[in-house]
């Protein structure tokens, strides 16, 4: 049985800065893409960044500069720091990872955390 577990979300003001955890447990044999995803109200969930096993990262365009992914291999950990956070940030975000526990990959999801920019 294979679990994500974000943490790190919460309530920021405008400008401010958090860092997302999303830590994979259970039996894995080896994780390949991690990617953190948002989700605002009454919106769509959207991809926001993804790293590969070798390290190759992809971002949403409107956050390129801001947002930075990284993953700890050895924690089967993948993060996101977050910087000069805005209103619009605002968005429950979860992570998805590729995961491979036996023959073949599946995709798992976390539960998601609750980021809040507001004043």
């Known amino acids: 049985q294979v679990q994500l577990v974000e943490s790190g979300g919460g309530l920021v003001q405008p400008g401010g800065s958090l860092r997302l955890s999303c830590a994979a447990s259970?039996?894995?044999?080896?994780?390949?893409?991690m990617r953190w995803y948002r989700q605002a109200p009454g919106k769509q969930r959207d991809l926001v960044a993804s790293?590969?096993?070798?390290?190759?990262?992809n971002y949403a365009d409107s956050l390129k500069g801001r947002f930075t992914i990284s993953r700890d291999n050895a924690k089967n950990t993948v993060y996101l720091q977050m910087n000069s956070l805005e209103p619009e940030d605002t968005a429950v975000y979860y992570c998805?990872?590729?995961?491979?526990?036996?023959?073949?990959?599946?995709?798992?999801w976390g539960q998601g955390t609750q980021v809040t920019v507001s004043s």
């Open positions: 998805n990872a590729d995961i491979r526990s036996d023959t073949y990959y599946y995709r798992y």
């Open positions: 259970g039996t894995i044999f080896s994780i390949s893409a």
């Open positions: 790293i590969s096993s070798s390290g190759e990262i």
